[in-house]
């Protein structure tokens, strides 16, 4: 299966989390990172750069990578490797764009409801500052989750 390159970066402030709303293609209505697909000719951390810019007007800081994310989706035999970032230090605030729309929340009030159903599992780690791989296999466009494993990793 082709392995398509992106990427996610989660801003974080005053124990809060942005989680903006994809308002446009894939992932569209759910709660998720700013991000996508690496271009020709830029590293991962260039990428996740310029999509924040893209997607939130921000900039970020300080980036720090904690997780490498593997779905493999079954029904469009399709695998996606995306590298996910921290960033606590950023200027500007972020602005509601063409694609995203954002949203604060406390960590107790993640809608993982709204959120891609891998999420309840990975992202509670990543926000206590674990570092990981983790690989997760949709069986449909539902998306129905299948089997997943996860990892600890030092990057």
Same mark, same amino acid.
């Given at each position: 299966?082709?392995?398509? =390159?992106?990427?996610?970066? &989660?801003? @974080?402030?005053?124990?809060?989390?942005?989680?903006?709303? !994809? !308002?446009?293609? @894939?992932?569209?209505? #759910?709660?998720?990172g &700013?991000?996508? !697909?690496?271009?020709?000719?830029?590293? =991962?951390?260039?990428?996740?750069? %310029?999509?924040?810019?893209?997607?939130?007007?921000?900039?970020?800081?300080?980036?720090? !990578?904690?997780?490498?994310? =593997?779905?493999?989706?079954? %029904?469009? $035999? $399709?695998?996606?490797?995306?590298? =996910?970032? +921290?960033?606590?230090? +950023?200027?500007? /605030?972020?602005?509601?764009?063409?694609?995203?729309?954002? +949203? #604060?929340?406390?960590f107790?009030?993640?809608?993982?409801?709204?959120? #891609?159903?891998?999420?309840?599992?990975?992202?509670?780690?990543?926000?206590?500052?674990?570092? @990981? %791989?983790? /690989?997760? /296999? @949709?069986?449909?466009?539902?998306?129905?989750?299948?089997?997943?494993?996860?990892?600890?990793?030092?990057?």
């Amino acid at each position: 299966m082709p392995v398509v =390159v992106c990427t996610q970066i &989660y801003l @974080f402030r005053d124990g809060q989390v942005c989680l903006p709303m !994809k !308002k446009r293609g @894939f992932g569209q209505g #759910w709660h998720n990172g &700013y991000g996508g !697909k690496v271009e020709e000719g830029e590293s =991962v951390e260039e990428s996740a750069r %310029r999509e924040l810019r893209e997607e939130a007007a921000v900039e970020c800081a300080v980036m720090d !990578k904690r997780a490498e994310l =593997v779905f493999n989706f079954a %029904r469009d $035999k $399709k695998t996606i490797l995306s590298h =996910v970032y +921290f960033c606590g230090e +950023f200027s500007g /605030e972020p602005k509601e764009t063409e694609e995203m729309k954002p +949203f #604060w929340f406390n960590f107790e009030q993640i809608p993982y409801a709204e959120m #891609w159903p891998d999420d309840i599992i990975w992202f509670p780690k990543f926000i206590a500052g674990e570092t @990981f %791989r983790a /690989e997760f /296999e @949709f069986l449909d466009s539902k998306p129905t989750l299948g089997r997943h494993a996860i990892e600890t990793m030092a990057f």
